[in-house]
């Protein structure tokens, strides 16, 4: 069964500092990674995938989170930090139903605060 | 843009009362899932519907029903509500392929009394 450790639940950082946030999952398979983010009272909104290629992928506001397989890491980065990621991070996994689908297995999620 | 629309944002019922949870997707998606969101746990999948009629437990099916009558609609079902099930309720929906992403309305918050 596939699974996915957030390893922080918690992450504080200052305004304009890096920020990392961790993902590793299990999987035997080949794997489809996402990351989501939420911001307060909304639901959770796409922030970046890999499927297949570059190892590197980035999102339009900054982020990029790098597809390690040795490792079995999908982490976060950002490299300066604005008070408007605040928000918790979820990573997921896809992964097959047994009816031949795909559901994603979501991480307990990682929130962000930026402190200014 | 994908649509996913929750019928309410916020509601309040009762224990023992049947409780209707709505979701509606404009984007002819054939997947379609129910979540819950418990501060600490992340999210859970209920049930998932991958056509009509047709519907797959998830990882906490207990004490929830799901319909999908329609492939636009899918609906959450507490047949008996109990006060363990107060929580943030969300909607995702996607395409069947791999790699897809799931996409979300913006939730439920259920309190049952």
């Known amino acids: 069964a596939q699974s996915v450790t957030q390893l922080d639940s918690q992450v504080p950082v200052f305004e304009e500092a890096p920020v990392e946030l961790r993902c590793n999952y299990s999987s035997s398979v080949s794997v489809y990674l996402f990351w989501y983010v939420q911001y307060p009272n909304q639901g959770l909104q796409l922030l970046l995938k890999y499927l297949s290629g570059s190892t590197l992928v980035e999102s339009i506001n900054g982020f990029e989170a790098e597809f390690n397989k040795s490792q079995t890491s999908f982490h976060l980065r950002k490299p300066s930090v604005h008070i408007s990621d605040t928000a918790e991070y979820f990573c997921a996994v896809s992964r097959r139903s047994g009816a031949g689908s795909y559901q994603l297995t979501f991480g307990k999620g990682t929130k962000l605060s930026v402190i200014p | 843009d994908v649509k996913v629309t929750q019928s309410s944002r916020y509601l309040v019922k009762r224990t023992g009362e049947k409780v209707f949870l709505e979701c509606v997707q404009d984007m002819d998606h054939e997947n379609m899932f129910w979540y819950r969101q418990d501060p600490g746990l992340g999210l859970r999948l209920i049930y998932f519907s991958y056509d009509v009629k047709m519907k797959e437990k998830g990882d906490i099916p207990e004490g929830y029903s799901v319909s999908r009558e329609k492939k636009e609609r899918f609906s959450l079902i507490l047949e008996s509500a109990s006060t363990n099930q107060t929580s943030m309720y969300l909607c995702?929906?996607?395409?069947?392929?791999?790699?897809?992403?799931?996409?979300f309305g913006d939730g439920t918050r259920l309190s049952i009394l």
């Open positions: 995702a929906s996607s395409f069947p392929f791999g790699g897809q992403p799931q996409h």
